[in-house]
């Protein structure tokens, strides 16, 4: 079994650095792009099989430490009432979207496994294919996440909807975040029991608050949830994407990882969230369209940096960006484990 992931996770020695890339699971890869024509995402995330199928295209293609569930962070508020649909052009959006104390007030808290089964299949047939390989990651949107895509009802370039909640009407806004973290709790805990070996929130739009407000309106839900998680077992990794200023506030989130994303020096990062923690990241994702050497050289700068932190995953800043060529993610994959080793 290589368990040098979830060693780095935990902060214990490792024989080489750990390496899996966010996003690594269809976009980039050829056999997901096939699929995508013949049926469209949401179906994909939908057919245990299929989706199973996707999360280890990678693993055989480039050789990471880990694996990442095929799925996506909106398809978990489904069973709570929201209508999700699909744009090839945009990606997943709500047409109902949540505006009013009425609207959060309908919201349900599924009190059973049943609308959200086809995940935990998944995970199951991962856990049997994988039989050791590497550990499988499973994944959610944070509440924060969650509540923007609902308020807003698809990406958002200003979350001005989001904003507007959370000053105007805190209280609805709080009972928002509240149904989703319980929500979020159940799906990430049922996941954890069919087989998943380490759990990651993705707090996408993290960086919408300042300090001030993360502190107020954020991080209480996040602490909540990982708390909620605590009988897993299992390692815990927060991404805050864009809130470099909250570092101190993560490193007490009490996740084991935090990720770091590209905006932020690795190093830097490390120094402030002390030795308590270990991280993940964070290599500018467009370097992946440099040649070899130039990843090489651009690996070796991040394992340097990497070597401060009490554990650190290799990753990059975000996820792989559309169009990566395959051969040039196997040598970042390489040129981590051959340069971590020596
Ligand atoms: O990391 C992995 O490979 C696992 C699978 C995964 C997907 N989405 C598959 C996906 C994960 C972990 C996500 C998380 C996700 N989804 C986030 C948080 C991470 C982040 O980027 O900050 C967000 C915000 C979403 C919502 C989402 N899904 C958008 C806005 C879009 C469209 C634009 C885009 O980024 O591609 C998606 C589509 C999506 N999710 C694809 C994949 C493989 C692309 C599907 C396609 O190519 O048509």
Redesign the pocket.
Known sequence: MNDTFLRACRGEPVDYTPVWM??????FMPR?AAI?KKMD?LTMCRTPEIAAEVTLEPVDALGVDAA???????TTVVPMGMDLKYA?S???YFSNPVRTEADVGRLVVPQDDEGLMYVYDTVRILARELAGRVPLIG?A?SPL?MAS?MIEGA?SRNYTGLRRMIFSNPATFELLMDKIRRHTARYLCAQAKAGAQALML?D?FAGVLGPRDFREFNLPHVRRLIQDLEGTGVPIIYFG?GAGGCLDQMRDCGADVIGIDAGLDLGVAIRALGNGVSVQGNLEPYVLFQDRDQIGRRVGEVLEQGKTARGHIFNLG??VP?GTPVDNAKALVDAVHDQSRS
């Open positions: 966010m996003r690594q699971a269809g976009r997901f995508l995402f990442i569930l095929f799925s996506d962070i909106t090839d945009n990606g997943p994944f949107g996440a895509f990406m993705f996408s994407l975000h996820g559309p």
